[in-house]
């Protein structure tokens, strides 16, 4: 067993940030630029949780997009800052007769059921600028990649992670909800 030597972080107050310079580009593979849960665990918000809890922890760790999980972590559907706006607590709260506070994050998610997904096999042979073109045309920020064999979300596309990969702007022109992609789509 080797003893290992703790020091202070006192003096330290810089962040590492990597300068790699292995960029993906718009002819990489696809998934250089996905994230695979098989990798990288899914962050995800309990069902329990309250939607102004939700909506606080979102705007700190600014993110725009959480999946919602029951207590055995089953996947019940996905939470984005349109959802959880003042305008639509509001809204959903009178609907359901309650108070803005007590809503919980499932009574303002887009359940699984409206949701669109890419495939992941298909994705496995496309290149970033097919994913990116496809994001933009439907005005999406976000996608889940399904793994139809293993019958399972296998993970994630944003395009704020694309633009950062490909230190480019990757430009969408609205934040529609997933509600309105499950109306547009059919």
């Known amino acids: 067993m080797r003893n290992l030597e703790l020091f202070?972080?006192?003096?330290?107050?810089h962040l590492l940030w990597s300068t790699s310079t292995?960029?993906?580009?718009?002819?990489?593979?696809?998934?250089d630029v996905f994230t695979d849960f098989d990798v990288a665990r899914p962050i995800v918000v309990d069902a329990s949780t309250s939607a102004v809890g939700t909506a606080i922890i979102m705007e700190q760790t600014h993110a725009f997009m959480r999946l919602v999980v029951d207590k055995?972590?089953?996947?019940?559907?996905?939470?984005?800052?349109?959802e959880l706006s003042d305008h639509n607590l509001f809204v959903t709260a009178k609907k359901l007769d309650l108070t803005v506070d007590e809503l919980l994050v499932t009574e303002v998610m887009v359940p699984r059921e409206e949701l669109q997904a890419f495939d992941?096999?298909?994705?496995?042979t496309a290149k970033v600028s097919d994913i990116v073109r496809l994001l933009q045309q439907n005005n999406l920020h976000h996608m889940l990649v399904i793994d139809h064999e293993l019958h399972h979300i296998r993970g994630l596309i944003a395009a704020s992670d694309l633009a950062r990969k490909l230190n480019m702007p990757?430009?969408?022109?609205?934040r529609p909800s997933f509600s309105q992609i499950f109306s547009n789509a059919h």
């Open 170 to 174: 990757i430009e969408i022109h609205q």
């Open 72 to 82: 055995k972590n089953k996947f019940l559907g996905v939470i984005t800052q349109q």
């Open 120 to 124: 992941y096999q298909q994705i496995s």
């Open 8 to 13: 202070s972080t006192a003096s330290i107050d």
């Open 22 to 31: 292995d960029s993906p580009s718009l002819d990489s593979p696809a998934l």
